[in-house]
């Protein structure tokens, strides 16, 4: 039984495949990124790419993805190996680093989305500005707002321009303490903004009725400038971040870019 018809056999229909050839970042494997990186696996993505330099402490159990055998052992080792053990076959690049504004690029450079779940106000700023600005098109999933024992209506997904997603409440702050469920919860609707994210291209090119190949093409005053990888990202997510803040417009279909003469 290969990967697909055992652990994904239950997937919806034509899900796995794209997932399988994503790779997702996560800075942080606390509360939201240990909870988010196994929902992550469990739905087929391809590889993680996991930062954090913490380790796992007693403290930690009420809300994270660990167990006392974790105790001791740096944050993403204990969440790779508990990865590896689902089995789903996603490949994990564990790194045991503290993420600062000179690597917070470098780390995620080959991602094809990303996910911040950090807890420090000031750190979370950093890593979205220097992400934004660094990585224009690479999709971002942030939370803010998951402290305390609110009603879980309050938690709600929060779509802004240039390829950013907030999830949470957006207010509750640390000090309130933090609970496994409300934790968990925000980590799952997280997830889920991630695949659907992450499958939109698949479904919106599902639909269409051009067969195109996967690069991107920009054509300038008549000359064909292919692109791929990171530049095809950074123009596709650049116009569709654009295309967003237009009433009634839905960045999702297919796009057609022409720059002609000035």
Known sequence: ????????????????????????????????????????????????VIVDFDRVETRNLNRQHYFTGHIGMPKVMALKSQIEGIPA???????????????AASLFESCDLLIEALDLDESKEMLLNTWLEGMPGTPVVACSGLAGTGDSGSVRVDRRGGGLTVVGDGESDLKLGTLSARVSLVASMMALEAVRLLSRDASACESCPVRCSKEVELICNGTEIPLSGFPARALSGTVRGLLSTFRGVDPSGGITLKIGPH
């Open 1 to 48: 039984m290969s990967r697909d018809e055992g652990v994904f056999s239950d997937n919806p229909p034509g899900l796995t495949d794209r997932l399988k050839v994503a790779r997702v970042g996560i800075a942080g494997c606390g509360g939201i990124g240990s909870n988010a990186a196994m929902l992550l696996a469990r739905a087929g993505v391809g590889t993680l």
């Open 89 to 103: 076959g996603t490949a994990v690049e564990a790194l045991e680093v503290r993420i600062d504004r000179g690597n």
